[in-house]
């Protein structure tokens, strides 16, 4: 990818141009494994690694658009939220079950307006639909519809460049989430080998001794026991492979060091972890993609949606937009259990 490239390839990463936030960021990181201050040039060396991370992450939320009114009157103006919802109707729905919303002007009284992030499950269908085929009308016409689901707004803020910046943290604090587990992962590896080498030594000296006590004074020892040459060898090199995966972890002294190189590999693999990637298709009024001559024409518009990868097992792809939302346009609760959801 041509971003990624200059962000992280060659001298286009030295030239990385410095930003003023690098240092909070890094005191953000630093704070969800605070024994890495412990780390040789701990800030010096994340700061490096976090750098092009956060100029990347910053182009990402960049390339999202302009907040959209959410309303059901933006419904019949704004293309863009006539395709996220299928009907007026749906953008009361979204926004009464977010309890994001509703958190956010319940402590914020003075606030008129909330800017929101928005989520959606995004689909492609292929079906048959109604189309004219020269001087025909055919109700068998292959065509593609556009759909979004599973709307979810669990982010707000007062304006929407607090909003983005509230979006870069969070990236940054996905990137540490990621470094962090492989670094949880490797400790634990540590510990339990250090238990088992343990558990090893023990068997070793009870084998080494052949056995003392009185079965082997009467000679009463059974195949694989303590007098058994063979069990002897198998455990000598259970404790050996034990010891030399152990020094592959390196001593206890560089722990921390290594915990923290692994933490800027995360930050270093930032292109990789963090994608935002850009859909662009003509859409009909009905979400009808216009193609071959299928879906209205005259009524589409040519829309470019912002698609998010979002880490985990496995990975989803998420739609995203950044919603207005006023105040007297939040509807209430549609029931109890709405409120009593809020409570929980």
Known sequence: ????????????????????????????????????????????????????????????????????????AAWSTDPYVRAYFAAPDDINHVLARSRALHDFFDANPGASTAYAVMGMTMNERNTLGVARVGEQTRSDVPQTTLGFSDHLIRLCGVDEDGLREEVTQRMIDQIAIEGLAKVAADTSLREDLEQERALLATRLRLLERQGAGLRGMVGADE????????????????????????????????VLSRQLDTLCSAFGNAGELLQVSSLTRRIDRMNVVVQHGVGDEAESHSLEFRVARVPGNPPQQRALAILKVARADLPHAANLLDNADRLL
Do not use: Y
């Open 1 to 72: 990818m041509g971003l990624i490239g200059r962000l992280f390839g060659g001298k286009d990463k030295d030239r990385t141009p410095h930003d003023p936030r690098l240092r909070q960021m890094v005191e953000r990181v630093v704070a969800m494994h605070s024994r890495l201050r412990l780390a040789p040039r701990c800030e010096a060396r994340l700061a490096a690694a976090m750098a092009p991370a956060l100029s990347h992450i910053g182009e990402l939320v960049a390339s999202v658009p302009r907040a959209h009114q959410a309303s059901t």
């Open 223 to 254: 195949p694989g026991g303590a007098g058994d040459p063979g069990e002897l060898a198998r455990v000598r090199a259970e404790a050996e492979e034990n010891e030399r995966r152990l020094q592959a972890l390196g001593p206890r002294s560089e």
